[in-house]
Every structure is written in structure tokens, then in C-alpha cells.
């Protein structure tokens, strides 16, 4: 039977001279000389507890593994039934591997790194067994801070701009998010029912019937909601200067623009003139905007979005490349079918570019085609570079997303790990007050000589 020491990570066991006498690192030596090893080292420093994990055995401290009381390893009644009298250890036939990582959560404490290559399912099977949910001792731990935490004073001004922003404040906010989230879902709505064609003309003249008049009052209202929004949230923010660098206040107000401009056109212009239609044109089409302020009420879609404002340089370097590749092959292209007699749809470089962009994302829509058969050849070719030409700047920015959700979650883990360390020694403090370890307060015989 192997003794291992656990290292500083939890995928490696290594025996560490440092930590423990020759008897307790896996060299061939009597039990009674373990035996008498341990009980040397306990004298001078904690007592060791040995565990036994399906045949491998681990020694730590119980002031180690009273970390957490709440847990299996650290509470003395609960592991108490797994003590085997006769070999002086703690016996659980569970997986080793993942057993160093969950004793190395004891002895950090509060860093869990279970190993890379297991499946998530038997992690949680063994941190279940141990009684270990690092998410319930994260919360209880964030729900007693709250309660022990002296409230803090908002002013006026930043009680309104929570209220506006957070809709987990208050009930009031929660209702603003509700009318803001249904006024969306409106406007998109409405937006799509005026493009077809049987339902525009309840969008134009809306004075001339009751219905007309009631669906303009109600892009009236949202409007008018969207506006008190933005501006309240410009009024209380903390920093002006920053209210215009966000991409979500941006859309904000790129969403009620249009409104805007269509009344200032509407009241300046006088009959039909051809400027006022386009003017028009222009400012339904920006309406489309406003489907992007949804992404204010989707955690995953503003982390999406801030990571495309981060990666704006790799954006910029695959539109530079594909630009250059679609001017080189729409150049030769348009020469190779001109020098055919067969040539009759590339009248011009731009259509050979059009053709490009149409081939190199291997779209292919068909209306535009090389009719010789040194066009034909070249447009193969064409294909297979192009699926080239767009790896390799795609692979970048891949990489970027991946980098910006792997730093994501690096944090969230490091500070779950802090608030388990905070748990950790506040577990340290209940003991010092106490003046003892925990024990079993007499209902069980003296379990903690576990070496005899």
C-alpha cells in the first residue's frame, strides 16, 4: 500500500521529503515504525489524520479539513462511520485522482482543481458524496456578509440610476425593466407587420382612421418611454464623458433618432418633394436598431458584444484581407472572361468583385458565373483559396473569444475561491473563540487517535 503526500496541484501526488518523515512516502519501513513516525510528528505539530482512499493513503491535519465543519472530511460526527479502528485510517472507496483534488480544497484552502481530463458528472458525483456544493457555501457565505454588512447610504441620484439600470434593485426597477422589455417586442413587432405589403397602409396618414391613430399613439408612447430612458440615464451617470463610449447607450440613442428625425422632416417639408421620402427611407432603416437594445436584457449577448468591441483590430484585419483578395480575383477574373469571346456578364472589375466575394465565402449565388474554361479554372481555384484566405483571420478572432470567456471565468473562480478562503478562516476564528477543535463532545469514543 502506497502513502502519498498531496502537492501544491491537485493533478500531481508527489512525495515530498519536506513535509514528512521517509516512513510516511511510500518507503518500505515496519508499521510500527509508521506508526511511531506519526506519532512523533503529531506531537510536534497538529494531529494527522490518515485517509485511505481506495487503497492509497493520505495523511493531513484535522485543522486542515475543519476548514469546513459543514462538509464530510470536516466534520467529525459525519466522518466519523468511515473510521476503521483496527489500521487507524478513514476509509472511502471513492475515486483517487479526484480525492487529491478535494483534499487539496482542505488545505489551500478554499482552491478547488479538479483534473482536466474527468467528466463533469463524476466531479459532482464525488464533491455530492463529500457533502461539498461550492455554490450553496458561496451564497450562504454572500447572504451572511449582506446581513452582517452596515447598509449602504445611495444618494438620490444614484438610487434613481439603479433603478434605471439594475432590475434586480427594487420592485420598481423590475417593473421599468418590464415596460422597457415590452416596449422592444412592440417596435419589432410593428416594424415587421409595416414591411408587408396587405398591412402599410395602417402605418401612413395616421389621422385619417381610428386604428391608424391608435397604432401611432402607441409609437408615440414607446418613443416617448425610450427617451425619458436615455435621458434619466445621462442625467444620473456617474461619469458623462463615459456615457457615450458604451455601445448599449449608442443603441439607445440611435433607437429614438429616427422618431425625431421623421417629425422634424414631416414639419419642414411641404407636398411630395423626392428629399423628404428618402429622408424617410433613411430613418426607417436605422429603426432597426432598436431590435439590438434586447441585448441590454441578455447578460450572454452584452458579454458578445464586448468582446467584438475588443477584438475590433482582428474585425478590421479580416475585412482588410478579404478586400484585397476580392480586388485581386474580380481584376482577373474580369480580364480572363473579357479576352473570351463567351464573355457576357462581367462587364466591369466591379462585377468581378461582386463575383469574388460571392465565391470566396463560398455563397455561390449563381448569377454571375465564368463561362470560358480558364475562367471556369480559375474560379476553382478560387474556391479552395478562398476557404484559406478566411481561416486564418477567423482563427484569430476565435481565439479572441475564447481568451476573453476563458478570463471570464478565471475570475468568477477566483472569486469564489477568495470567498471560500473567507469561509475558511472564519471557520478558524469560531474555533480560536471557542478555545478547542471540534470534538465529538463525548458522544463517541476518542476517534482522532487514528494511529495505534
Known sequence: MKTWAVSSSPKILSRQKSCFPDALLGKKSSVSSLSGDIRRLETKNAKLIRINCAGEIYITTEQSLSHYPQTL?????????????????YYFDRNQEIFSSILYFYQSPGTFRPPEYFDAVVIDEELEFFEIDLVKMTEDYDEEKRRAAKPVVLTGKEK???????????RVSFVWAAIDMICILITITTMVVESITEYKEYFVDPFETPLKMGIYS????????????????FATWPQKKLFFKKILNILDILAVLPFYVELVVLATTTGAAPTQFMALKVCRIVRVVRV???????????????????????????????????LLVGSIMYFIETL??????????L?????????????????????????????SLVVLF????????MTIIISKFQDAFTIKKLKGNKEMTQKLREIAERSVCLRTKRSSTISTNGKLPKLHEEIR
Open 386 to 393: 478562398g476557404i484559406v484566405v478566411l481561416a486564418f483571420p
Open 292 to 326: 439590438l437594445k434586447i441585448v441590454r436584457h441578455s447578460r450572454q449577448l452584452t458579454e458578445v458584444m464586448e468582446v467584438v468591441a475588443s477584438a475590433k483590430e482582428e474585425f478590421v484585419m479580416l475585412i482588410g484581407i478579404v478586400s484585397l483578395v476580392v
Open 340 to 349: 473570351s469571346s463567351s464573355q457576357d456578364q462581367f462587364q466591369s472589375i
Open 351 to 379: 462585377h468581378g468583385c461582386w463575383w469574388g466575394v460571392v465565391t470566396i465565402t463560398t455563397v455561390g449565388y449563381g448569377d454571375l458565373s465564368p463561362k470560358s474554361g480558364l475562367g471556369r479554372l480559375f474560379g
Open 73 to 89: 472530511l470536516g466534520n467529525p460526527l459525519k466522518r466519523a462511520k468511515y473510521f476503521n479502528e483496527r489500521e487507524g485510517t
Open 160 to 170: 434613481v440610476h439603479r433603478t434605471i439600470t439594475d432590475p434586480g434593485y427594487n
Open 218 to 233: 402607441l409609437d408615440v408612447f414607446i418613443n416617448t418611454f425610450f427617451t425619458i430612458d436615455l435621458l434619466i440615464k
